[in-house]
């Protein structure tokens, strides 16, 4: 398969990247409950599609990274030759091999392609129903690795590639969004500025702090998403799917159920992040 951007060919088979055209072959196993189809439909700002179902046991996801060079395509990394890119990807995969090791931090300091990867690595949930059709390359390291286990650098045409399959995991948010001018998809009527908007967002969480604070209800007042009808619900997700902002999803994923987050920064405004149980369901605040 030719191919020119390995994102490209991920497209295929991560459950949703980035809401194309034609619906997305993944979705959430059936033990969660589907997301409220309202919520699914008005919440564009935050989802970006409402995906189908598979069966969860096709779903593996990975942690990713790329070292690209000279001759690179679609994005060239004109420091490095084809060999400099090689060793450096040895080198990385080394260090994210130890017990522990931080991708974040390894992947800040190397030379990682930042412009597809904008935290040095992303997460992938990828849909394994007919791993026949992965190219070759991929195919033949991704469909071995179990949980835990990290693949030698993959050579494609965008550089080389560094996986680690990591366990697929399900989660459910609701949350509050306080957006301000110029932030992304916010609605002429926001006039307030980044400032303001911050404010406001750490004076709903010191709210949220009080001992019977009601999150539904406090979102359904302050939120500026849609989902305030719901009481900032947003749904089930797959970690990796591409359906939330990856900071968003990345400040959840580190909750544990029942616990808020303090305020997190997206492209979107200012969230405050309550993660729930899996069978949490929507409540209507009309």
């Known amino acids: 398969m030719k191919y020119a951007f390995i994102l490209m060919i991920l497209a295929l088979f991560v459950i949703n990247c980035g809401g194309g055209k034609k619906p997305p072959d993944l979705s959430v196993p059936d033990t969660i409950p589907p997301v409220d189809k309202k919520v699914a439909k008005n919440d564009d700002d935050i989802k970006k599609e409402e995906p189908q179902k598979i069966d969860p046991k096709f779903i593996y996801t990975f942690k990713v990274t790329l070292i690209a060079f000279k001759e690179s395509v679609p994005i060239a990394n004109p420091k490095l030759t084809k ?46 129903t007919n791993p026949e059709k992965l190219p070759p390359e991929l195919g033949l390291h991704l469909t071995k690795l179990k949980v835990g286990d990290i693949s030698a650098p993959i050579e494609t045409k965008a550089g080389f590639y560094v996986f680690q399959r990591i366990e697929t995991e399900e989660y459910t948010a609701r949350h509050v969004l306080v957006m301000y001018k110029g932030s992304q998809n916010a609605p002429a009527e926001i006039t307030r500025t980044k400032e303001e908007a911050k404010k406001k967002s750490e004076e709903i969480l010191k709210q949220l702090k009080a001992p019977d604070a009601d999150f539904a209800t406090i979102a359904a007042k302050n939120s500026d998403c849609p989902s305030k009808k719901q009481g900032g619900f947003l749904g089930s997700f797959i970690r990796g799917s591409g359906q939330l902002d990856q900071d968003f999803e990345e400040a959840t994923v580190k909750l544990k159920p029942g616990e808020t987050s303090n305020v997190v920064e997206t492209q979107f405004g200012f969230h405050i992040i309550k993660r729930e149980s899996t069978t949490e369901k929507p409540k209507s605040q009309d």
């Open 83 to 128: 060999e400099q890119a090689k060793k450096k990807a040895e080198e990385l995969q080394a260090q994210l091999s130890k017990k522990d090791a931080d991708w974040a931090k390894i992947t800040e300091k190397a030379d990682v392609e930042k412009q597809q990867f904008k935290k040095g690595y992303s997460v992938l949930a990828m849909n394994f």
